[in-house]
């Protein structure tokens, strides 16, 4: 009878002992955007097809084929949550353009995810420069890289044609 009391009295520590531990929670895809610190910092872009540029290049990579400027490189984004909106933060980074072009200072944006699918994101692509809200499809996200895509149908008439870019950002350091 004691070895069964015993017996008993453990099986009903241990499960106070299992049920009490906390479970890790998942981070969810909003923790992971907000989650660095720092924010996030563009590390590679790519255009397909090749993005066609005014003088009549083609763009692959967005970084080293003359898409994107030097002072847009360092552009610095955050998401966060506050007075019940999500905000998207456009930091210039330190290379700021002594011409005025690009960010001049930090601007604020908001966000969304899609109603029906977490996947996508209604978001400012940093060196768009527009109010426009853009759809994009993230592609993953984790607390190393948030990597998304979106479709840019270029309506200017010196531009041709209809790109998907895929953007990888990292923490910013």
């Known amino acids: 009878m004691k070895k069964t009391l015993l017996v008993a009295a453990m099986a009903a520590v241990c499960a106070v002992f299992f049920t009490a531990c906390p479970t890790p929670e998942e981070k969810t895809t909003a923790d992971y955007l907000m989650s ?15 993005y066609e540029l005014l ?16 002072y847009e490189l360092d552009d610095i984004m955050t998401f966060t949550q506050a007075d ?7 930091n210039p980074g330190n290379n700021i353009d002594p011409e005025g072009e690009g960010y001049q200072q930090e601007v604020r944006y908001l966000w969304a995810f899609d109603a029906v699918d977490e996947g996508w994101i209604y978001m400012q692509v940093p060196f768009f420069y527009d109010d426009v809200q853009e759809y994009c499809q993230i592609l993953k996200i984790n607390d190393e890289e948030f990597r998304f895509k979106c479709t840019v149908n270029d309506d200017d008439v010196e531009a041709k044609g209809t790109y ?8 910013a350091k």
Request: glycine share 8%; charged share 15%; no cysteine.
């Open 164 to 171: 998907s870019f895929t953007l990888t950002y990292v923490p």
């Open 55 to 70: 003088d009549g290049s083609f763009a692959t990579d967005l970084i080293n084929d003359g898409y994107l400027y030097e």
């Open 84 to 90: 019940g909106f999500n905000y998207q933060i456009i």
């Open 36 to 50: 660095p610190k720092k924010g996030w910092i563009l590390q590679a872009a790519t255009s397909s097809p090749a």
